[in-house]
């Protein structure tokens, strides 16, 4: 029991964190900066782990982002964050790792993407 309300505490940790992300986003791309700042290719991004005192950034370019979020169970973390018992590494370079939710945690993921519209977030 212990054990997967740890579980469950870690994939409610970074579903808030990919939440924070989006809505960072929504909001940057409805200020028109037009004459003001330059288009960024690369833009910080939480790290998406499970620890909730996390506040490392993480280095994305707009395609990087992009691949993260093809998939609802998938989250970008720093590479030394990820956690084996909850999570697995589908890419990984030397800025971040992309983590797919195992089957036990992928309900939470699923549920509260912000980009489905079957979320219910």
Not at 78 to 85: C, K, N
Not at 89 to 105: C, H, P, S, T
């Amino acid at each position: 029991m212990f054990d997967e309300d740890r579980k469950d505490r870690q994939a409610k940790n970074e579903v808030v964190f990919r939440s924070l992300n989006e809505r960072v986003r929504d909001v940057a791309e409805s200020i028109d900066l037009t004459g003001v700042a330059e288009p960024r290719d690369v833009e910080q991004c939480l790290c998406e782990c499970a620890d909730p005192a996390c506040t490392a950034t993480i280095n994305l370019t707009y395609s990087e982002y992009e691949t993260v979020r093809s998939s609802p169970i998938h989250f970008a973390v720093l590479p030394d964050h990820v956690v084996p018992d909850v999570e697995t590494v589908v890419a990984a370079n030397d800025r971040f790792a992309i983590v797919r939710k195992d089957v036990g945690e992928r309900a939470q993921a699923l549920a509260t993407d912000p980009r489905s519209s079957e979320s219910s977030s």
